[in-house]
Structure formats: structure tokens, C-alpha cells
């Protein structure tokens, strides 16, 4: 346990994987809230809602129209971030002057997905069963290989059930027109965290940069296997957390998720794989189920502690492909890191598959955190800490409350 001392002072705690600090104030929990308060999500939504965009059969905003599918459904983005075909640009030379030194920009191509995560418009993940999460891995695991570079170590060993298929679920899958860098799986889930739609749905952004978080936790990847003598900074800590189980929410065999010990959101959860896997494409059969099963425990007990349908961005990193501040460091949402589509072979070793999940809910359904003010001119501060996050997390197994 962390000294007792700990839950009563301030204190500041380092995160290994970005090389930066949170600070934790447990004593502030106390203090009465009068200030904004979310509106709980209250809405019961129809199995399919003929005005949606996502469900079988509809049109879309562009007018294609949706396949009356009944597992995962993927799709080009109908309005994607970043393009595979625009104009070219090239950045002026270097002259010396002020402007060349301080006013620079890079061209970013890419695609981007959409995945449906089931037909049904009144699902989450936290609705669904262990084995209904799994074909939305498997997908995820089709399109990260299809857009893997041929010359990648993962191209070599990764197992011909996981090469690049020729249809999706029989649905064409669009062959990528260049080699991307780097491929960020996401999901946002709620209106409060910027969906767009509440039909379960991800995303899945393809660029030909690397973006700027996974790029950070990338360089201390490798710091950390260079300096410590080969060992991943992410399957030592996996092991360590295992051991001592004060900030475990949730493990079996393959993973392990619980509140990090520098956790900046009240009740962040980072999924870590126990063994060295660098990417989707690294995992078995049994490593597969025991990731769906892992997502579903963590987002039923997100759903079951304030007994709403819990918003997070969930983050396999790539959301967004920005330069974050201490401030916008991780807009509340899901996502997953592994290892780059194209990269050295150092990079893609000291790659570790992990998930990140940013909620912004901080005391209620309707009390959530933001990072303002200090957070925005200093660094992230937190109140509870992940240890008591953690415990509340555990106590919150079960089945879930609208099962109830």
C-alpha cells in the first residue's frame, strides 16, 4: 500500500509512460460542489431507430446505404479527419528566417473508419456479453492487419488467421492507397464526451504520422527497454500492480486493468497486457476472449457505480492526433495503443498493447471533472486517489444495474 500519509496530503505522483506528473490532492473531496452538474442519461432507446445513420438498412448522411448486417459493420468515415488524396505540400525551405523557425506545418493524409459494434441502436459494451465483444476485436484485429507495413517484424509473425482479409463480415474491405505510420482505435461514448451518435460505434483513424501521445509514450518505451536491460516498462508494471492489488479493478490470465498509480481522471483505467504483446495481431484465441471479457468488466462497473451509462472516450491511442498541453492531455474517452503499422524494429519491440479509459465523472452522474485553470497553466491535478478509485471500482462487479 502506498504510505497512509498519502491519503491525506498532497502530494505529486510521476507517470513513467508520458515522463510527467499528476498532482494528487485527496484531502479537497470534501469540499461541497456548487457548480455544474451534467444531466443523468436517463434516455431508453429503441432496438433500431429508423433515423439513424448506423442501423442496418439506413441511409447515411452521403447517401450510401448500410447492409442489413447483424455483428460488426465497417465503413470509410463519411466525413474523416484526414484524407488519402488533397493537395500536395511542401513545407518551405529552411532559410534562417523567424518564420521557418517558428511557424512550421506538415501535410497528414489518412483514413478513417467507422465500426459498428452491434446491429442493435440500444447497446453499449457494457450491455454486451464477453462473447458479443469479441467479433469487435477480431474486427479491429482485420483492419490494424490490413494496413500493416509487409516489412513490419509483426507482418512476419503474425499468423495467417490475422493477414489481411479480402471482405470484412462479406463486406469489401478498401485497400489502403499508401503505407500509414500509425493506426488509433477509439471509441467516445455519450454526448458528453463528443459522440456524435448513440449507436455503439468506433472509430479507427489511419495516418501517415505519428501522433503525438503514443508518439511521447513511445520514446519512454524505449528509454525504459534500453535502460533496464530489455525489460517493457508496461509488462513490469502489469506485474507489479498484479502483486500488490490495491489499484486492481479487474485481471485474469492475459490482463490486467485497474486505476494507475498516476491516473489523472477520477476513475481512469488502463488495460495492460501481462506478456510482452506488442499489437492485436500478437494475441491467440485465448488472449482474445480474455480482452472482451476484460472490456466487459471494466464498462459494466462504470455503468454500475452511479448507476448511469458511464461516459469515457475509450483510447487505443490516436484520438485525437493533436499536440496536447498539460490541460487537453486525454479528452475523456477510450482508446488503444500498440505498436506503429510502420516503424524501426526498436519501435516495434518496445511497443506494449495497453487501453486507456478517460471518464470524466467525478462524484455523481451528473458531477463530472474538468481540467481547468491549474491544470491548463501548471499540471493535471486529480482529488480521490486511484487507490480509492480502485476499490470502489471492484466493489462495483456483478450484473449489470439495468439487468437488475
Known amino acids: 500500500m502506498p504510505e497512509p500519509i498519502l491519503d491525506d496530503i498532497s502530494h505529486r505522483r510521476f507517470n513513467p509512460l508520458r515522463g510527467s506528473y499528476v498532482l494528487v490532492s485527496p484531502h479537497r473531496t470534501k469540499r461541497p460542489w456548487q457548480g455544474q452538474q451534467e444531466s443523468s442519461n436517463k434516455v431508453e432507446l429503441p432496438t433500431y431507430d429508423e433515423s439513424c445513420y448506423l442501423c442496418p438498412g439506413n441511409k447515411r448522411a452521403q447517401g450510401d446505404v448500410n447492409p442489413t448486417y447483424d455483428s460488426t459493420f465497417v465503413f470509410v468515415n463519411d466525413y474523416a479527419a484526414v484524407r488519402e488524396e488533397q493537395a500536395e505540400y511542401e513545407p518551405p525551405k529552411q532559410d534562417g528566417s523567424l518564420a ?173 497486457a501481462k506478456k510482452h504483446k506488442r499489437a492485436l495481431v500478437d494475441f491467440d484465441d485465448q488472449e482474445r476472449e480474455d480482452l472482451s471479457e476484460t472490456i466487459a468488466e471494466v464498462t459494466r462497473r462504470y455503468d454500475n457505480l452511479f448507476e448511469t451509462s458511464f461516459p469515457y472516450s475509450e483510447y487505443s491511442e490516436d484520438f485525437q492526433p493533436e499536440a496536447r498541453t498539460f490541460a487537453n492531455q486525454m479528452s475523456p474517452g477510450m482508446g488503444i495503443h500498440q505498436a506503429p503499422l510502420s516503424g524501426t524494429a526498436e519501435e516495434i519491440e518496445a511497443s506494449h498493447f495497453h487501453l486507456h479509459f478517460y471518464p470524466p465523472l467525478l462524484r455523481s452522474a451528473t458531477v463530472r471533472k474538468f481540467l481547468v485553470g491549474y491544470e491548463m497553466m501548471a499540471e493535471p491535478q486529480r482529488d480521490i486517489t486511484p487507490e480509492q478509485a480502485a476499490t470502489r471500482l471492484r466493489d462495483c462487479g456483478g450484473p449489470l444495474y439495468r439487468t437488475r
Open 100 to 272: 521557418s523557425r517558428l511557424l512550421r506545418a506538415e501535410a497528414t493524409t489518412g483514413k478513417c473508419y467507422v465500426i459498428t459494434f452491434s446491429p442493435r441502436h440500444n447497446l453499449t459494451l457494457a450491455d454486451m456479453p464477453a462473447h458479443d465483444i469479441l467479433p469487435v476485436i477480431n474486427t479491429w484485429t482485420k483492419i490494424y492487419t490490413a494496413h500493416l507495413d509487409p516489412y513490419s517484424p509483426l507482418a512476419k509473425s503474425a499468423k495467417p488467421t490475422t493477414l489481411p482479409p479480402a471482405s470484412m463480415n462479406g463486406h469489401p474491405v478498401p485497400s489502403p492507397t499508401q503505407q500509414y505510420r500509425y493506426m488509433q482505435i477509439f471509441e467516445n461514448k455519450d454526448s458528453a464526451m463528443g459522440c456524435s451518435n448513440p449507436h455503439p460505434h468506433g472509430q479507427v483513424w489511419a495516418t501517415t504520422s505519428l501522433p503525438e501521445e503514443p508518439g511521447i509514450e513511445l520514446v519512454h518505451l524505449r528509454q525504459y527497454r534500453r535502460e533496464q536491460g530489455g525489460c517493457n516498462l508496461l509488462e513490469d508494471y502489469a506485474k507489479l500492480e498484479s502483486e500488490k492489488g490495491e489499484r486492481t479493478v479487474f485481471e485474469n490470465s492475459s490482463f490486467w486493468a485497474g486505476c494507475p498509480w498516476w491516473a489523472t481522471w477520477p476513475f481512469e483505467i488502463m488495460v495492460v
